[in-house]
Nanobody, 112 residues
Framework: VQLQASGGGLVQPGGSLRLSCAAS????????MRWYRQAPGNQRDLVAS???????NYADSVKGRFIISRDNAKDMVYLQMNNLKPEDTAVYYC???????WGQGTLVTVSS
């Protein structure tokens, strides 16, 4: 079972993207869900978390710009990314707590 992230692409600085994370088989409805990102040559870092009850936490670098949300009825988790910066360029992954096998992620490139 994997979680599939999508919605990445090329965007200019200051732009927005919305990432989606699709699951199947009711595998995360009662779990905290997280978005991570990994820039080239860097480790995978936690970006945002949302509990089963909707409590959220963000990395300082994205606080005030990114919004994590979930729709349990649709087995979906989202990451709304606003005011994107070049340093947000990375492959973005979603996973649950405890984690499943990592999916392929979705590439976000912020460049003019």
């Amino acid at each position: 079972v994997q979680l599939q992230a999508s919605g990445g692409g090329l965007v200019q600085p200051g732009g927005s993207l919305r990432l989606s994370c699709a699951a199947s088989g009711n595998i995360f409805r009662f779990n905290t869900m997280r978005w991570y990102r990994q820039a080239p040559g860097n480790q995978r870092d936690l970006v945002a978390s949302i509990s089963s009850g909707g409590n959220t936490n963000y990395a300082d670098s994205v606080k005030g710009r990114f919004i994590i949300s979930r729709d349990n009825a649709k087995d979906m988790v989202y990451l709304q990314m606003n005011n994107l910066k070049p340093e947000d360029t990375a492959v973005y992954y979603c996973n649950r707590v405890p984690p499943l096998v990592w999916g392929q992620g979705t590439l976000v490139t912020v460049s003019s």
